[in-house]
C-alpha cells in the first residue's frame, strides 16, 4: 500500500511538474511570436527607419487571458540633424478597437519647448546640441557643413554629441545635461 502511495504522489508530482514546464514554454513561445511580429509589422511600416521593441510586459485581461503589451521604439532620419523618435505601443492579440497613440518623443526638430526638460534619449541630445540657448555655432557649423553627422555617447550625467563634417578643418563636441543644460562646446581642430 505504502508503495502506491509513493507512486500515486510521484506521478502527482510529474504532473504538476510538466503542466508547469508547458505553461512555461508556451509563454516564452507567445512572447517570442509577440515581439516577431511587432518588428515585422514595423519594418513593413516604417521601412528605412530604425526599430526595436523597448519593452514586453505580460498583461491579463478581464476575462483572465493573457496578453502581451509592447513597446517599441522608431526613428526616422536619425544621419540627420533633425532625428524623429516615436514610441508605438501594440497589444498582441490585439485587445481592442482603439490602438493606444503613439507617443511622439521628438518631432520637429524641437526638444525642451516647454516645462522641466530632460533629456533622454539620444535623439533628443542631438536636437538639443544644435537648438538650446548657446548652441548657435553648432547650429552655423550644420548650416554650412551640410553633410554634417552625429555621433553621440551616453554619459553618467547626460549626453556628448560630437559634429563632423569631412568638408570642415575642424568638428565640435557638445556636452549636454540631462536637464538639457548645455555644459560645454569644444571645437576641435582636425
Not at 537648438?131 to 553633410?147: F, H, M, P, R
Not at 560630437?162 to 556636452?175: A, E, L, Q
Request: glycine share 4%; aromatic share 10%; net charge negative.
Amino acid at each position: 500500500m505504502r508503495r502506491e502511495v509513493r507512486l500515486i504522489f510521484g506521478l502527482v508530482v510529474f504532473i504538476l511538474i510538466l503542466v508547469a514546464l508547458i505553461d512555461f514554454i508556451k509563454r516564452n513561445v507567445e512572447k517570442a511570436d509577440a515581439t516577431k511580429f511587432v518588428t515585422e509589422d514595423l519594418k513593413n511600416k516604417y521601412s528605412g527607419a530604425d526599430v526595436s521593441i523597448i519593452a514586453t510586459t505580460e498583461k491579463s485581461n478581464t476575462d483572465a487571458n493573457i496578453y502581451y503589451e509592447i513597446k517599441s521604439k522608431v526613428t526616422t532620419n536619425l544621419d540627420s540633424a533633425c532625428p524623429e523618435r516615436t514610441h508605438i505601443y501594440y497589444n498582441y492579440p490585439e485587445q481592442n478597437f482603439v490602438a493606444q497613440p503613439p507617443e511622439y518623443i521628438t518631432r520637429n526638430c524641437k526638444v525642451c519647448t516647454e516645462g522641466t526638460c530632460v533629456l533622454a534619449f539620444p535623439e533628443e541630445a542631438i536636437i538639443a546640441s544644435h537648438t538650446l540657448k548657446g548652441t548657435q555655432e553648432i547650429s552655423t557649423y550644420l548650416a554650412v557643413n551640410k553633410n554634417a553627422f552625429s555621433t553621440v555617447i551616453e554619459q553618467a550625467d547626460g549626453w556628448l554629441v560630437s559634429w563632423d563634417s569631412p568638408s570642415s578643418d575642424y568638428s565640435y563636441s557638445v556636452n549636454l545635461a540631462r536637464n538639457g543644460a548645455v555644459v560645454s562646446i569644444e571645437k576641435n581642430q582636425k
